[in-house]
DNA sequence: CGCGGGGTTGAGGTCAATCAATCAATGTGG
DNA sequence: CCACATTGATTGATTGACCTCAACCCCGCG
């Protein structure tokens, strides 16, 4: 099941939300990346931290995630193969989020002042960057959407749509099948809800005929449906191809 | 009541979350500004606009909202004098989001050609842009997680603190008293609550001994007390000059 | 084999929504 | 200047979506 192109995921996302030239990708491949694996939940970057790398997610999902005072959990968005959670750290020193592998996860760590130094001799680069954590910001905000308006059924079905389009931007979805191994109770702290009210959205999904789940193969057997249940446009994840 | 610094406030707001020149302010208080005022609930800029133009608040709130497909409005974030809230147009070029007035609004509007070609020339004032998207990236975090994970009473203390902290940081609360002459409504909108849900925990806070308002002006009473009852710590706002 | 994590199910409780009135403040046209 | 409309705040009663608690099942694993 090896995935082609390992670090390359990372430049496909960026050809995915903006126009790269030959020598563009010639720099960002010539970043080094540290390479290391992680078992879901251990956790990556801690709310507090003041880190000097920002890593690329190469394989597996991760969660930025935020614990309130009562010590409840809120992931405030998914990372997919392709994403780069952290960014953000390299112009706003102390981390306000902790970053978690939801699943096991792969990662590319990258150092800053490399990453900065490539920012300010390449203009094009750093607009790419910057425009990836606008995107991000972009999801944050359909995500208040998501929890502050919609009730759970269409609330599931929103994050679902979001994360097939997103899986598919970077080649890992055939069809409308994607392997997500998180928990339910993972998907419960994205959702603002319980782990229990999560397993029961997710049978009426699949009552109604919208989903059908294999372990943790989930398929959209009716993706308009889906898309339909969960209010979704894609726009606000401002893609170049437009996805169905 | 007119406020010190009209169009500085602007200045000033990056001077609070960045170090600049005296060169950098200087080119910032170069930007061509195109004033102008609005009415509450004007809107300013439309999902699905492809703007030419950001635009900086001098003086009133907006909003950053959205609706879903069964017409409720969510508040993604607050914008408070010295803001930039659509900054992001600037690389994404179709806007996900309508930004309103929520209160009479005084705006400035700078080209985007203007923006880019200052952005190009002075990097470290791209860098200060680029930083100040991702403040409110951080905000639109916490408020996934202030509207997922928080409950009422709790989320409502929340917000409260947020908009203290970030009117006082440019100087538009003497003592702990704001002036927010939004509706309850809004306020409701913003949390993901209904308006009568809103107006009893306000009693409640009142009640509580944390607040006390007369007309649109709320006074944090118990500060401290409101912080705590708010689950509230300002490190996400990223301010450089901490706030007590 | 026993343990533990995750999924599933049922019952009961609660927070907050909805519906519906009332009231105050403001504005408007005749 | 007053009848009337409008907007926002407030209150009460009812409903419902979702939570919590608690059990049970399944499966992989030490």
Redesign the interface.
């Given at each position: 099941m090896a995935h082609v192109s390992s670090s390359n995921v990372f430049i496909r996302k960026l050809q995915n939300i903006s126009d790269l030239t030959q020598s563009d990708i010639a720099v960002l491949e010539s970043i080094p990346l540290q390479k290391r694996e992680y078992r879901a939940n251990q956790d990556l970057v801690r709310e507090?931290d003041r880190p000097t790398h920002s890593f690329v997610v190469l394989d597996g999902m991760v969660g930025?995630t935020?614990l309130?005072?009562?010590g409840?959990?809120?992931i405030?968005?998914f990372f997919v193969p392709g994403d780069l959670p952290d960014l953000?750290g390299l112009?706003?020193s102390?981390m306000?989020?902790t970053f978690s592998p939801l699943t096991s996860a792969r990662l590319g760590f990258m150092r800053h002042d490399a990453l900065r130094a490539i920012c300010?001799q390449h203009?094009s680069i750093?607009?790419v960057f910057?425009?990836s954590?606008?995107?991000?910001?972009?999801i944050?905000?359909?995500?208040?959407?998501n929890?502050?308006?919609?009730d759970g059924y269409?609330r599931m079905a929103h994050i679902l749509c979001e994360l097939i389009v997103r899986l598919r931007s970077v080649g890992r979805i055939e069809d409308h099948v994607a392997e997500l191994p998180i928990t339910q109770s993972a998907l419960g702290d994205a959702?603002?809800l319980s782990a229990v009210h999560v397993n029961r959205l997710l049978q009426e999904l699949r009552r109604d005929g919208l989903i059908s789940t294999v372990g943790s193969r989930f398929h959209a057997v009716d993706w308009t449906g889906l898309v339909r249940a969960g209010?979704f446009q894609a726009?606000?994840l401002?893609q170049m191809t437009e996805q169905a």
């Open positions: 507090g930025s935020k309130t005072g009562e409840k959990r809120q405030t968005s953000h112009h706003l102390v306000d989020c300010n203009a750093s607009t910057w425009r954590t606008l995107i991000d910001a972009a944050y905000r359909e995500w208040v959407t929890v502050g308006r919609r269409t959702l603002g209010d726009t606000y401002h």
